[in-house]
């Protein structure tokens, strides 16, 4: 592969997410973007089938975001939120709050979505804590689930898939339960928060989709039921939409598919139309009145430098209004369509173990990879930016990509996938 100056000059001083450095092979370069497309720098194109997970909702380079995002930058990049305040960050909390409808009412900023997870957690402790309830200091979470790289959110995640076993001893031991799909794993859930009920602060749960997990979906009616679990036992739900938000499941948010809202909500990713890094924690007046007081500890003792970034505010509130003008959902709901159709031919696949939509999201799940890297080589050979994890390939595309790329797209990964077990 061809390798300009610049990376053979800086690849000896980078280190790279999730990878072994000795063996990986080497990133693409990647000099422009548009659209559905990646230019390398050997002037090849890809169709990029994950919208560099899951961010680019609109499609890379949206002139509305651009131009929103330059007028920003004149006017003013970034300040402290702690004392002072903007215009772009108060809009977009107004609207986030709007769109999410009552019961999801106030936001607070951070910078990723791990921390946006953090914060949450945090607001759940001390929502018990401030009002006098001590020993409420874990959390249920499931199986499958992922929330984020640092050691709160490390602790929460599957502790097979996650980082348990390599950081045994140096994170909280939460209840970490299957997901109440059957009567069964229900009535096992309820006799364990019989039990454990009274320690815990929350349940947290990434709604339809547990995504860097294992790309597994649940319906509607698992939430529904961890609503009725949560209300019984008086914990706080908190939906963790980091992936599923703005459109990617068919709706503009995956809890409405199950008509029940949480406690506290986490966004991210396409928050910003995948432009520029943001997070958003929202809570219901419930909880924010928990820290309503004269005494100052009751504060929620959280402020990362950059919450509230100008520029990531103005870039969020332009996908809104991306949102609101151009047809996004209809189009979530012509990508489902179309990923259902391309992907069909894996089915037949014998080491293929499941093809699964939902939304703009289509996954193959696969009995096995020998080879992840060769297999990834193989999809960019055939024209397509895929990156298998675990056992699944899975397509999470921009969902304002074109009809013609789409089918490329699918047809690129059926192909692959259909001449050898990867
Ligand atoms: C559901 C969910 N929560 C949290 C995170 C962590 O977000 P970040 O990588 O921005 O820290 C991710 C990232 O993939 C996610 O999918």
């Not at 989709?209 to 294992?214: L, S």
């Not at 698992?222 to 992936?243: K, N, P, S, T």
């Not at 809104?320 to 089915?347: I, K, N, W």
Request: hydrophobic letters at 45%; aromatic letters at 8%.
């Amino acid at each position: 592969m061809h390798m300009p100056d610049w990376m053979a000059q800086g690849q000896p001083h980078i280190w790279l997410p999730y990878a072994q450095m000795k063996t990986a092979t080497p990133p693409l370069p990647v000099v422009r973007s548009h659209g559905s497309r990646l230019e390398l720098a050997d002037g090849r194109s890809l169709i990029d089938g994950v919208a560099s997970w899951w961010t680019a909702c609109h499609g890379y380079n949206h002139p509305h975001i651009a131009q929103a995002v330059r007028a920003q930058l004149d006017a003013m990049p970034h300040v402290m939120f702690g004392g002072l305040t903007h215009e772009p960050a108060l809009t977009l909390a107004r609207r986030l709050a709007a769109l999410l409808g009552p019961g999801l009412d106030r936001v607070f900023y951070t910078d990723s979505g791990s921390v946006a997870v953090e914060v949450a957690m945090k607001m759940a402790l001390q929502f018990w804590l401030n009002q006098g309830e001590r020993g409420r200091d874990r959390f249920l979470s499931f199986r499958g689930g992922y929330h984020g790289d640092t050691f709160g959110t490390m602790a929460v995640c599957d502790p097979e898939e996650g980082m348990h076993s390599l950081f045994r001893g140096m994170l909280i031991e939460h209840d970490i339960a299957s997901l109440p799909r059957s009567e069964a794993e229900l009535a096992a859930l309820e006799a364990h928060l019989e039990i454990h009920g009274q320690r815990l602060a929350g349940i947290l749960v990434e709604p339809l989709v547990q995504g860097a997990g294992g790309m597994l979906l649940h319906d509607p009616e698992v939430l529904r039921r961890l609503r009725r679990l949560a209300d019984r036992h008086g914990l706080l739900l908190i939906f963790d939409e980091i992936f599923t938000g703005f459109g990617r499941t068919g709706t503009m948010f995956a809890f409405e598919q199950a008509g029940i809202r949480p406690d506290i909500l986490t966004l991210s990713k396409a928050l910003t139309g995948g432009t520029l890094p943001l997070a958003a924690t929202v809570a219901s007046n419930r909880v924010f009145d928990a820290f309503w007081s004269d005494d100052p500890s009751h504060a929620l003792m959280h402020g990362p430098t950059f919450m509230g970034n100008a520029l990531a505010c103005a870039a969020a509130n332009a996908s809104l209004d991306l949102f609101e003008t151009e047809p996004r959902l209809a189009q979530a709901r012509a990508v489902s369509a179309a990923l259902e159709a391309g992907l069909a031919p894996c089915r037949g696949l014998d080491w293929v173990r499941d093809v699964r939509v939902l939304g703009a999201i289509g996954i193959v799940e696969l009995d096995g990879i020998a080879d992840r890297e060769a297999l990834k080589r193989r999809l960019i050979e055939a024209g397509v930016w895929v990156r298998p994890f675990g056992n699944v390939v899975y397509m999470t595309p921009a969902l304002t990509i074109g009809e013609d790329d789409l089918a490329s797209l699918t047809r690129a990964v059926a192909d692959v996938l259909g001449r050898q077990r990867p």
